[in-house]
């Protein structure tokens, strides 16, 4: 997949060195689960996204100029029957430029149109208002505070395909 600036490129073991260490950046991480991972976390939960049957995945994300590794962005089901959730992590450096926004949309894009599914969530820290402005420039709904995935309170997104489709129509309407 590649938006307007960025190549979004399934994971290999390859990116494991990089994309742990921003697992390992308490900046990148201060509102992200339980916050900074070892190697050994965080390899293992690429290992699980690695394994996951489509259309869940882990998608690495790259300047599509460059080629320069920027951040990792993610389709998940954490449990077995539970809606597919997108989540999206980038180094310090490649913030404020409308990356995430971008990788957001491919992704979920992605699952309605390729894998037809009928629901995407997403969980952010009530304190993530760069994360909840990603989500809603995206096209998700703020469904207000809720248990999160990590045992805490989280604000909770969701978009169906319905509204997804039905901003895509009015998005070519406007044209
Ligand atoms: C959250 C994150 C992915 C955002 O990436 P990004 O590429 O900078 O996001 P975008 O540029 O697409 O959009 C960010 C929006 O949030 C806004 N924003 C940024 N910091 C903000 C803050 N502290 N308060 C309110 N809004 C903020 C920006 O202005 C922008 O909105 P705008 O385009 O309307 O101006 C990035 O900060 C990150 O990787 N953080 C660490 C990991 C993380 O928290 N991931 C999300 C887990 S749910």
């Known amino acids: 997949m590649r938006t307007d600036a960025l190549l979004l490129q399934p994971l290999t073991e390859a990116d494991y ?3 742990c260490a921003l697992y390992a950046d308490p900046v990148v991480m201060q509102y992200i689960g339980t916050g900074v991972r070892t190697y ?5 939960v690429l290992d699980k996204m690695m394994a996951a049957l489509p259309p869940a995945g882990y998608w690495t994300l ?8 920027l951040g990792g962005g993610m389709l998940m089901v954490r449990r077995e029957g539970s809606p597919l959730e997108v989540g999206f992590l980038l180094a310090k450096a490649a913030w ?3 990356l995430a926004t971008q990788a957001t949309k491919a992704l979920v894009g992605h699952a309605f149109e390729v894998f037809q599914v009928p629901l995407v969530e997403a969980f952010t820290d009530s304190r993530n208002d760069a994360s909840a402005a990603v989500l809603l420039k995206s096209g998700f709904h703020d469904l207000g505070l809720t248990a999160g995935p990590y045992g805490g309170t989280d ?9 997804w489709l039905g901003e895509i129509k009015a998005a070519l309407e406007k044209k």
């Open 155 to 163: 604000r909770k997104f969701a978009v169906t395909r319905q509204q």
């Open 96 to 98: 404020g430029r409308g």
């Open 62 to 69: 790259r300047d599509r100029a460059t080629g320069e590794p």
């Open 17 to 19: 060195g990089w994309l």
């Open 40 to 44: 050994e976390v965080a390899s293992g």
